[in-house]
């Protein structure tokens, strides 16, 4: 929230429209809770009122061995499906960020 | 920022002058985009604590596990046979009381506790102002012990080089399964209490595996702080992150 607010303080603007966030599956944050406490937190701001879309990124994951990429939301096993190595290679899933607002 | 869009109308006076007046109009809506982690504060913060850390020279290990997995069982074993040869502090963390700073405190360690008044997690900002009541000189290993929960401590980072996560055998094998972002995000996994094992009909090689599977990065250690068991093992972990390794 607090950098909602300095962002549209940066750009002079009085109101914000609508903020889009980017939840990675595998980062923790459930969507629900997350625009529950938004509601909370903009209440009497420039924020009051604003849409809250959430961008949900599905985590993906790369083989070290044969560079396949693939999901890896089931169960944050990441099991290459084509050689079943185990890897902790993510290449996304656990950004909590925000990405987008629009405000004037 | 695009600047809005005014409305102009011109008027001509008797004298032929033109005046021109300008009305802005509504200030269209503009898209600003950012990468910004939600966590940005606490992430700072954590950065800042690491720098520090590094700068001492300290190694900060971060323990998290469930509330009774045995973190304080680990430290008081560690802080009495590794913490003779390697000064090491504790910052330690619960909702309320200080009974688990009272089980750590000895002659050799310096010890804070953190109370966290109903919050189910350490963040950097409470782990900068306990290293403040801490008397830092000479410490090389600094272990933070977590609230004991396995779900909000994995998204704050505390600035550790560092992070282990316990689990008992009195919890069960499923349980890196069960809360799998907390086990991917370990350094270490120790299972702890393997002196219950055998009483509890506890599945030791399906654990591992579980843990195998979600962290496959992280380095698995067994031990039993009441016997000892695995201790050196879990002492060398720690010398070898010491030395860089």
Redesign the interface.
């Given at each position: 929230m607090?950098?909602v607010l300095r962002?549209a303080g940066e750009?002079?603007?009085?109101r914000v429209?609508r903020i889009v966030?980017?939840v990675g599956s595998?980062?923790?944050?459930e969507p629900d809770a997350l625009r529950f406490a938004f509601d909370i937190v903009a209440r009497g701001t420039p924020a009051d009122g604003a849409v809250l879309d959430i961008d949900e990124v599905p985590a993906r994951a790369v083989c070290p061995d044969c560079a396949l990429e693939f999901d890896a939301d089931a169960?944050?096993?990441?099991?290459c499906p084509r050689c079943r190595r185990?890897?902790?290679d993510l290449r996304q899933g656990r950004e909590?960020?925000?990405?987008?607002?629009?405000?004037? | 920022m695009p600047s809005p869009t005014p409305q102009v109308t011109e008027y001509k006076d008797r004298d032929g002058d033109v005046f021109r007046v300008i009305v802005p109009g509504p200030d269209p809506v503009f898209a600003v985009d950012l990468r910004v982690p939600l966590l940005e504060k606490n992430d700072q913060l954590a950065e800042a604590n690491r720098r520090d850390f590094r700068k001492r020279g300290i190694l900060a290990v971060n323990l998290v596990s469930s509330p009774g997995s045995g973190k304080t069982a680990l430290l008081e074993r560690t802080l009495d046979e590794f913490g003779r040869e390697v000064r090491c502090a504790v910052l330690v963390g619960d909702l309320e009381t200080d009974c688990d700073a009272q089980r750590l405190r000895r002659e050799h360690v310096p010890v804070a506790q953190i109370t966290t008044c109903g919050a189910c997690h350490l963040d950097a900002a409470m782990v900068a102002r306990g290293a403040e009541n801490l008397d830092l000189g000479g410490v090389r290993v600094l272990f933070i012990e977590n609230v004991g929960n396995l779900v909000c401590p994995a998204s704050f980072d505390l600035g550790e080089e560092i992070r282990v996560v316990l689990l008992s055998t009195t919890e069960g094998e499923d349980k890196p399964l069960k809360y799998p972002p907390i086990f991917k995000s370990a350094h270490i996994v120790i299972l702890t209490k393997t002196d219950l094992a055998k009483p509890l009909g506890f599945n030791e090689a399906a654990a591992l595996e579980n843990i195998r599977r979600i962290a496959p990065g992280a380095r698995i250690l067994t031990v039993s702080s009441r016997t000892g068991e695995g201790m050196v093992s879990w002492y060398a972990a720690l010398g070898a992150a010491l030395a860089g390794g």
């Open positions: 607090a950098a962002t750009n002079r603007a009085s429209h966030l980017r595998l980062s923790g944050a169960a944050f096993i990441t099991e185990i890897c902790g909590l960020e925000l990405s987008r607002i629009e405000m004037s | -």
